[in-house]
């Protein structure tokens, strides 16, 4: 959609008049649309001011974001500050969505909390308060917690929507995706059936949690997710997501890459059972001591070296680096130095790396075959893989690993700019909404960043500069909209979301 933002504009001319225009700018010129004509008294200009805000009223066929209302009088002391809204943030981003896939009015509820967490991320009851302060959009409470109970039935469109986009606008072919999980704590200490304590990501192991899976993109933009207990092992929720995904959205297989701690025998199996392909890091130190032997005489401490070593899990590719091995043999040498004197000093310290018990005694001894381990290890990383050496070079498939960095990314976002976690609801379907809405938003915010580069804060710092300060003409009754100007990042913004934009 392209958007034509006509605005009017006071010039300097050579005889010393003001001249009032109609313009707007495109790549940074400015383009004169109406000359409306030139005037020396400030009555005579403020004339030809309303005239030109007449003209964009009724003969502009221009679509704006939103109308300006013109006043019909000017004189300061007759104006009375209503208010300050900012429509130009909500109709952007309302653009976005519905270009995303989002239908309006259906998912504006929806759409009305998912950016709030973008721009204010706070409770539910208090974003009610600040989207009828900044967007003039009115919810009751029982409607909040009515539509929290049943816009859950929304999720497979949402992630349709998601997958279409991906698709779609991003160009991306869906062949290869990155999945991690997460985990989301509650502020409560109180467990259920979906809340439990378990292993946490955020520090927090007293306190119940949910566990997201979450598919993406290469480049990070959300695909599908599910919600798991809080206490369930995080290699168990790969292959319900994959599959749910591969089902839902009828996609040819793709290749899915994800981190070590998703490597199982049982998945490993299963995967190779459903013809998938994967690239999936690799626990060297879990590795029989015969591969990594092997793995070392082909690489010979080369810098950027690698190999591929046959095994039951697929083909194991191990990488060898310089700086890596200098951050391994220094963390190395810490670990053995402090083992040494917990033997030497017969201090009673139980699960030390390098150290093992002699008896069941307080004795304890160096574990010299795990040294020996650990020094052969030094400077490697191992991924396993089952796609073929023709398809995917060594390389290849280590960058790919790589691209998982894009998965913590969103995740970031969703924890830190989003404010997904603490949660604060207690039933599970105003839980899965929440995680909903907070899907939704990462899905607008990755499609932001994409088109722009630039970080969600750095694109809603920007825009939220525009406001609109809403006036009253005390002598006739009359109200009108005044909008900020764009900083130079904010027109940045635009065009980048828009090449076609006008403003």
Same mark, same amino acid.
């Given at each position: !959609?392209?958007?034509?933002?006509?605005?009017?504009?006071?010039?300097?001319?050579?005889? =010393?008049?003001?001249?009032?225009?109609?313009?707007?700018?495109?790549?940074?010129?400015?383009?004169?649309?109406?000359?409306?004509?030139?005037?020396?008294?400030?009555? @005579?200009?403020?004339?030809?001011?309303?005239?030109?805000?007449?003209?964009?009223?009724?003969?502009?066929?221009?679509?704006?974001? #939103?109308?300006?209302?013109?006043?019909?009088?000017?004189?300061?002391?007759?104006?009375?500050?209503?208010?300050?809204?900012?429509?130009?943030?909500?109709?952007?981003?309302?653009?976005?969505?519905?270009?995303?896939?989002?239908?309006?009015?259906?998912?504006?509820?929806?759409? *009305?909390?998912?950016?709030?967490?973008?721009?204010?991320?706070?409770?539910?009851?208090?974003?009610?308060?600040?989207?009828?302060?900044?967007?003039?959009?009115?919810?009751? %409470?029982?409607?909040?917690?009515?539509? !929290? =109970?049943?816009?859950?039935?929304?999720?497979?469109?949402?992630?349709?929507?998601?997958?279409?986009?991906?698709?779609?606008?991003?160009?991306?072919?869906? &062949?290869?995706?990155?999945? *991690? /999980?997460?985990?989301?704590?509650?502020?409560?200490?109180? &467990? *259920?059936?979906?809340?439990?304590?378990?292993?946490?990501?955020?520090?927090?192991?007293?306190?119940?949690?949910?566990?997201?899976?979450?598919? /993406?993109?290469?480049?990070? #933009?959300?695909?599908?997710?599910?919600?798991?207990?809080?206490?369930?092992?995080?290699?168990?929720?790969?292959?319900?997501?994959?599959? &749910?995904?591969?089902?839902?959205?009828?996609?040819?297989?793709?290749?899915?890459?994800?981190?070590?701690?998703?490597?199982?025998?049982?998945?490993?199996?299963?995967?190779?059972?459903?013809?998938?392909?994967?690239?999936?890091?690799?626990?060297?130190?879990?590795?029989?001591?015969? +591969?990594?032997?092997?793995?070392?005489?082909?690489?010979?401490?080369?810098? =950027?070296?690698?190999?591929? /070593?046959?095994?039951?899990? =697929?083909?194991?590719?191990?990488?060898?680096?310089?700086?890596?091995?200098?951050?391994?043999?220094?963390? !190395?040498?810490?670990? /053995? %130095?402090?083992?040494?004197?917990?033997?030497?000093?017969?201090?009673?310290?139980?699960?030390?790396?390098?150290?093992?018990?002699?008896?069941?005694?307080?004795?304890?001894?160096?574990?010299?075959?795990?040294?020996?381990?650990?020094?052969?290890?030094?400077? !490697?990383?191992?991924?396993?893989?089952?796609?073929?050496?023709?398809?995917?070079?060594?390389?290849? +498939?280590?960058?790919?690993?790589?691209?998982?960095?894009?998965?913590?990314?969103?995740?970031?976002?969703?924890?830190? *700019?989003?404010?997904?976690?603490?949660? #604060?609801?207690?039933?599970?379907?105003?839980?899965?909404?929440? +995680?909903?809405?907070?899907?939704? @938003?990462?899905?607008?915010?990755?499609?932001?960043?994409?088109?722009?580069?630039?970080?969600?804060?750095?694109?809603?710092?920007?825009?939220?500069? +525009?406001? %609109?300060?809403?006036?009253?003409?005390?002598?006739?009754?009359?109200?009108?909209?005044?909008?900020?100007?764009?900083?130079?990042?904010?027109?940045?913004?635009?065009?980048?979301?828009?090449?076609?934009? &006008?403003?």
């Amino acid at each position: !959609m392209t958007i034509k933002l006509l605005r009017i504009r006071k010039t300097k001319t050579a005889s =010393g008049s003001t001249s009032v225009q109609i313009v707007y700018y495109r790549d940074r010129k400015v383009i004169v649309e109406k000359h409306i004509g030139s005037g020396k008294t400030e009555e @005579a200009i403020g004339t030809l001011i309303l005239k030109a805000q007449h003209w964009i009223e009724s003969r502009s066929t221009q679509q704006e974001l #939103f109308a300006l209302k013109a006043p019909l009088e000017l004189s300061p002391q007759n104006l009375r500050l209503i208010g300050v809204t900012h429509q130009f943030t909500y109709q952007l981003l309302e653009c976005i969505a519905v270009k995303c896939g989002m239908t309006m009015p259906k998912d504006r509820f929806l759409f *009305d909390f998912s950016i709030m967490r973008l721009i204010e991320p706070t409770s539910k009851l208090r974003a009610i308060t600040l989207l009828s302060r900044y967007f003039s959009i009115d919810y009751s %409470e029982r409607t909040v917690y009515r539509k !929290m =109970g049943t816009i859950i039935q929304d999720k497979k469109r949402i992630e349709a929507i998601a997958v279409q986009c991906a698709k779609n606008l991003l160009q991306d072919d869906l &062949s290869m995706v990155l999945y *991690d /999980v997460t985990t989301l704590y509650f502020e409560t200490f109180k &467990s *259920d059936e979906l809340r439990k304590e378990g292993f946490s990501k955020d520090n927090k192991p007293q306190q119940p949690q949910i566990v997201i899976g979450l598919l /993406v993109t290469r480049e990070g #933009f959300p695909l599908g997710y599910e919600v798991f207990a809080g206490n369930t092992f995080e290699g168990k929720t790969m292959l319900n997501v994959l599959q &749910s995904f591969i089902k839902q959205h009828g996609v040819n297989k793709p290749i899915v890459v994800a981190d070590a701690a998703m490597l199982s025998h049982k998945n490993i199996e299963e995967l190779q059972r459903q013809e998938l392909f994967y690239i999936v890091g690799a626990r060297l130190g879990n590795t029989a001591g015969a +591969i990594i032997k092997e793995a070392v005489t082909k690489l010979r401490q080369q810098d =950027g070296s690698s190999t591929r /070593v046959k095994t039951t899990s =697929g083909d194991l590719i191990v990488e060898f680096s310089g700086k890596r091995y200098r951050k391994d043999k220094y963390e !190395m040498e810490k670990l /053995v %130095e402090r083992a040494k004197q917990i033997v030497e000093n017969k201090l009673a310290v139980k699960n030390v790396k390098f150290v093992k018990h002699k008896s069941k005694s307080k004795d304890y001894k160096l574990n010299d075959e795990l040294i020996d381990k650990a020094k052969l290890l030094l400077g !490697m990383k191992g991924y396993y893989t089952n796609v073929s050496e023709t398809v995917f070079s060594d390389k290849e +498939i280590i960058d790919r690993y790589h691209d998982l960095w894009h998965v913590e990314h969103s995740f970031r976002i969703a924890k830190s *700019d989003l404010a997904s976690r603490p949660i #604060f609801h207690y039933s599970e379907q105003a839980i899965a909404s929440h +995680i909903l809405i907070c899907f939704t @938003a990462l899905m607008i915010a990755k499609y932001l960043e994409s088109l722009t580069k630039l970080s969600l804060r750095q694109i809603i710092d920007a825009i939220w500069q +525009i406001k %609109e300060v809403l006036l009253l003409n005390t002598l006739t009754d009359t109200s009108f909209t005044i909008r900020s100007d764009f900083s130079l990042l904010a027109k940045d913004i635009l065009r980048k979301i828009d090449p076609n934009l &006008s403003y």
